[in-house]
């Protein structure tokens, strides 16, 4: 299954969380549940049909409605079938996506332009509405084969709910188009005042039944109660089919009968003039984009309100398969509907069974053709569409007042105006370059520097006698320290040149200054010409610039800026920042105290002196191993002179400088003590001689003299005390 999913978020094809209906008892009571079940989806689903045909042929295109309802019965029939056999929930309900029947609808205007006029123009247009199921599909099926079900998480909130904005616009204005004449005008408004008042009527009752009192059977209850009311009324008042036709009242107009199949589908795209291909091309893309987002958020609201785990590549695959069968017949693109599934789910038990007999109440509304579906009204139609549309603006609009941040609700209203005053496609463009735009302006007011300190809260790892700790302690604001993290561009560098001048101008003592870059995944030309700039500061201030722990990729990309690290500039750079802190203390101590014997390491060697008699003297070069790590732990060792560092080797061959000790210190005490093997390495870093003092050794000192064993063991223990003193204080600064 899938180990991660899309964002839920809210569509005006989600439901509440509704809870599985209970199975009757017996197999008789589950078979009348299951088949009432079937039998009101699938009734819902014809309406939608109905709605998916009026968004795609409106206007100027509503001559060719009945193709489109062909078309959407057909997707339903095939997409259906397909999913509700193969989906990985096994109660899915699918049908023609009122999202990319928006996209369509844009799609359509821009191709009857260029299509050639008369009666082949519908069959061309079926063509392409074929097209588009086909290469949505083919999307779909690629999507899911190379595991990119989770594309969804790389489109910014914000331009989703602009797009769902946008189509919830397009749905809106269809709906209205539907029972208004074209070209429209307020004289036809008015004119046509009774049906628009139904409309919205029903359309407001759909919200509310969805949205306020979240009944499950709301929508099939005022589906056929408005059907019913009004040929009640027709009836009543003695109003003939064909006067409700010519009044514009009845969906399907006057001299309709035919079949709603038109077999050629894909094929009639032979007799597709190439200008006209090539004209949709924006279009198809805008389309495949909106599908792919608005299903996918859909098989999340789908896990959430069915609480079942979806694997989305799996889907994907199901999905893009039946798309490009459904194009081959002539069917439109489709996918799940959570409304559809989640009603379903309300209904009757979880099983197949139900989508299978929606699916075939579809069937049979195709094989009776236009005089079979005569009996819908316009109304009703156009308030399935309005509510569908409306919803998607309450969730994205009125609801994004709550959801969004200032900037996040601006771009989805700026790509809601563009879609309102130029289009989807349009709108699409705005999208992305609203992302990028939000993108920059938010990923530049996070600060790229993560820690700033100076050197007397952060000094290296060299174990250093307590008067040089406390002279570098005294001098700490001499070297100030700036980690890095995250990726370093023209919108940030700004404001971190901003800040380094500061610290390099405004604090007289600063001597140093240290960008730790460990964290820093990459930079632009920006970054380097903001430290070309520092180090001409930093020239003027006499202040040395060290980049500590940047990536090999990251510093070549600085020189490509123009940023020049030689020996002897105010640039230098080292492999981290330990180093760096070492390299700036050094500089320090021997510029501005010279060493000198210090009287606390004196001290120290005198209360381990009466140990001495019984040790070994030991001498090592430079570059040996004192103590190897992983090995028993029987000795310790007193050093009287020389360097060494302590390493961490790690498992994939990589060492990590723990800690650089100098004269008048132990090494090896706390396994010693413990009895455990040695946790890291000790190797010299100049010659070195000491004294060895074993187990054996320590033991008969305690015997012969307690009294010196015991100022050697308190010796000890004040050094461990004041390695644990130092680690507190450098984990406390690290953790603010």
């Keep these: 299954m899938s180990a991660s999913h899309p964002p839920t978020v809210p569509s005006a094809n989600t439901l509440s969380v509704q809870p599985a209906v209970r199975p009757p008892a017996g197999w008789a009571g589950a078979a009348v549940s299951t088949g009432m079940a079937g039998i009101t989806v699938g009734a819902v689903m014809v309406v939608r049909a109905f709605s998916a045909s009026a968004v795609i042929f409106a206007g100027a295109l509503a001559s060719n409605f009945e193709i489109g309802l062909g078309a959407a019965l057909i997707s339903q ?64 099926w690629m999507m899911g084969r190379m595991g990119w079900g989770n594309f969804i998480r790389f489109v910014p909130y914000p ?69 019913g009311l009004f040929h009640g009324w027709a009836f009543m008042y003695g109003h003939s089919e064909a006067a409700l036709r010519e009044a514009g009242l009845l969906i399907i107009g006057q001299g309709s009968g035919g079949s709603l199949w038109h077999h050629e589908g894909l094929f009639a795209l032979f007799h597709v003039p190439p200008d006209a291909m090539w004209s949709i091309l924006p279009q198809l893309g805008t389309l495949v984009l909106v599908g792919v987002v608005a299903l996918l958020l859909t098989l999340s609201g789908v896990e959430v309100s069915t609480r079942t785990e979806i694997d989305l590549n799996r889907e994907l695959q199901v999905t893009g398969s039946a798309n490009i069968l459904a194009g081959l017949g002539g069917g439109l693109p489709g996918f799940v509907s959570a409304t559809s599934t989640t ?29 079979v579906l005569s009996w819908m009204p316009s109304f009703v139609v156009s308030g399935v569409t309005l509510a569908t549309g409306l919803g998607y603006l309450l969730d994205w609009v009125v609801g994004g007042w709550k959801r969004f941040a200032p900037l996040d609700l601006a771009l989805v209203l700026i790509v809601l105006a563009v879609t309102v005053v130029f289009g989807l496609l349009p709108a699409v463009a705005a999208g992305i370059a609203g ?93 380097a010409y903001a430290l070309m700039r520092l180090s001409q500061i930093a020239v003027e201030r006499r202040v040395s610039i060290l980049l500590t722990g940047f990536s090999t990729g990251v510093l070549k990309r600085l020189e490509r800026g123009g940023l020049r690290l030689t020996e002897g500039s105010q640039l230098r750079r080292f492999d981290d920042l330990d180093r760096g802190l070492e390299w700036c203390e050094e500089r320090l101590l021997v510029r501005e105290r010279p060493p000198s014997a210090d009287a606390a390491s004196l001290s120290f060697m005198d209360g381990l002196r009466p ?31 020389g360097l060494l560092t302590i390493r ?89």
């Design 77 to 140: 029939v095939v997409i259906g079938g397909l999913l509700a056999t193969f989906s990985a929930y096994r109660g899915t309900i699918a049908t023609a996506s009122p999202e990319t029947s928006a996209a369509l609808a844009v799609m359509m205007v821009a191709a009857s332009a260029v299509l050639p006029s008369g009666p082949e123009l519908g069959g061309l247009l079926l063509a392409c509405c074929a097209l588009a199921a086909g290469v949505f599909g083919a999307v779909l």
């Design 435 to 527: 992302a990028v735009v939000l993108f920059i302006v938010s990923f530049s007011l996070v600060d790229v520097v993560t820690m700033q300190t100076d050197g007397s809260n952060l000094r290296s790892s060299v174990e250093r006698s307590p008067s040089d700790r406390a002279w570098l302690g005294e001098q700490g604001k001499a070297i100030q320290v700036l980690r890095l993290h995250g990726f370093v561009f023209f919108g940030t560098a700004t404001q971190l040149l901003a800040r380094l001048r500061h610290i390099a101008v405004d604090i007289p003592e600063v001597r140093f200054l240290i960008l730790d870059g460990r964290r820093v995944s990459g930079v632009d030309a920006s970054a």
């Design 611 to 641: 140990a001495l008699a019984f040790a070994e003297p030991f001498k090592m070069g430079a570059g040996e191993v004192l103590v190897k790590q992983g090995e028993r732990s029987d000795e310790i060792y007193l050093v009287e002179d």
């Design 648 to 736: 961490l080797e790690m498992k994939n061959g990589q060492t990590i400088r723990l800690r650089t000790l100098r004269a008048g210190t132990v090494i090896g005490e706390m396994a010693f003590y413990l009895g455990t093997l040695r946790s890291a390495a000790v190797i010299t870093e100049s010659p070195v001689h000491g004294y060895k003092l074993t187990r054996e050794s320590l033991d008969r000192l305690a015997v012969q003299y307690p009294a010196a064993a015991a100022r050697f063991h308190e010796t000890l223990a004040r050094q461990l005390a004041e390695r644990l003193s130092e680690a507190n204080r450098l984990m406390e600064t690290a953790i603010l």
């Design 343 to 371: 009603l379903a789910r309300a209904l009757a038990p979880v099983t197949r069974t139900v989508g299978w007999i929606a699916t075939a109440v579809c069937v049979v509304a195709l094989a009776g053709g236009s005089s």
């Design 159 to 227: 331009v989703i709910g602009g797009f769902l904005a946008g189509v919830g616009w397009v749905l809106t204005k269809s709906g209205a188009l539907i029972v208004l004449p074209h070209p429209w005008s307020w004289e036809a408004v008015r004119a046509h005042a009774g049906t628009c008042a139904l409309a919205v009527m029903l359309a407001a009752a759909l919200v509310a039944a969805q949205r306020v009192y979240k009944k499950r059977m709301g929508v099939p209850v005022l589906l056929i109660a408005a059907v």
